[in-house]
């Protein structure tokens, strides 16, 4: 596991109790004793005014591709988890050299870094 791996994983819900199965990509390698990733959220519901801290994910695009996503997706960096590594069900894919250099971007542009 890497950062910039697409998996799905069980992510908890923002406003009520419980977790769903969900596209995430990866910010971290496995950390700590019992490893946990920090990861977004992957959403194919595209936002009609997407964020600033949101990024379109289209694997009909030739660099995202390898997303191996279904459908055009959006990347919400506002929406972060720390996630035991046993929550993370399948792998999917990953993200070319260039987005993680925008999601970077986008992160500390975000978090004020």
Same mark, same amino acid.
């Given at each position: 596991?890497?950062?910039?791996?697409?998996?799905?994983?069980?992510?908890?819900?923002?406003? *009520?109790?419980?977790?769903?199965?969900?596209?995430?990509?990866?910010?971290?390698?496995?950390?700590?004793?019992?490893?946990?990733? /920090?990861?977004?959220y992957i959403s194919s519901v595209v936002p009609t005014r997407p964020l600033p801290s949101d990024l379109l994910l289209d694997p009909?695009?030739?660099? /995202?591709?390898?997303?191996?996503?279904?459908?055009? %997706?959006?990347?919400?960096?506002?929406? /972060?988890?720390?996630?035991?590594? %046993? %929550? /993370?069900?399948?792998?999917?894919? *990953? *993200?070319?050299?260039?987005?993680?250099?925008?999601?970077?971007?986008?992160?500390?542009?975000?978090?004020?870094?």
């Amino acid at each position: 596991m890497r950062h910039g791996e697409i998996y799905l994983a069980k992510f908890p819900f923002g406003d *009520v109790p419980g977790m769903k199965l969900r596209p995430v990509l990866l910010l971290t390698t496995p950390l700590g004793l019992v490893p946990e990733v /920090l990861v977004a959220y992957i959403s194919s519901v595209v936002p009609t005014r997407p964020l600033p801290s949101d990024l379109l994910l289209d694997p009909g695009e030739p660099g /995202l591709r390898s997303t191996n996503l279904k459908a055009p %997706s959006v990347l919400r960096l506002h929406k /972060l988890a720390t996630i035991h590594c %046993s %929550s /993370l069900a399948r792998y999917l894919g *990953v *993200v070319d050299g260039q987005t993680r250099t925008i999601v970077a971007s986008k992160l500390r542009d975000l978090l004020q870094l």
